[in-house]
């Protein structure tokens, strides 16, 4: 128990450090500013918010045995936000007979915004158009 609770606070202390002027959201650098610059943004996370977030991570991790609907998960390889071992332990556990892992090489945390983001979006729309 004491164990559980200091890694969720290891893991929150974590969150809460995490600066985003020292990560690399996309390869552009384009999504850092208009996170840093926008007034709306604090500059951190509160500690309930990173409690609460890491909750809801281990809740849906928790049901990755019940994912049975079709699924496509993209990771970029150089994201320093999410592990991609966490798409890959998806990927691993659901059971769904349709579902398909795709690690974009190179590519950072916020993929729909990198240069290959077309391309991207095109494969999506294709393994959409194969379910319909």
Not at 35 to 64: C, E, K, V, Y
Not at 98 to 127: C, M, R
Request: proline share 3%; hydrophobic share 40%.
């Amino acid at each position: 128990m004491i164990g559980h609770s200091l890694k969720n606070i290891e893991a929150c202390i974590s969150l809460l450090n995490i600066s985003l002027e020292n990560k690399k959201l996309n390869g552009t650098g384009k999504t850092i500013k208009v996170i840093t610059t926008n007034p709306i943004n604090s500059g951190g996370m509160r500690i309930r918010t990173a409690h609460q977030l890491l909750q809801a991570f281990d809740t849906i991790a928790a049901s990755f045995d019940q994912f049975t609907f079709p699924m496509l998960v993209l990771h970029g390889t150089a994201d320093r936000l999410a592990a991609k071992e966490g798409s890959i332990r998806l990927h691993e556990r659901a059971p769904s007979t349709d579902k398909a892992l795709v690690l974009l090489e190179g590519l950072y945390h916020e993929i729909f915004h990198e240069p290959e983001k077309e391309k991207i979006l095109s494969d999506i729309v294709h393994w959409m158009n194969e379910r319909i």
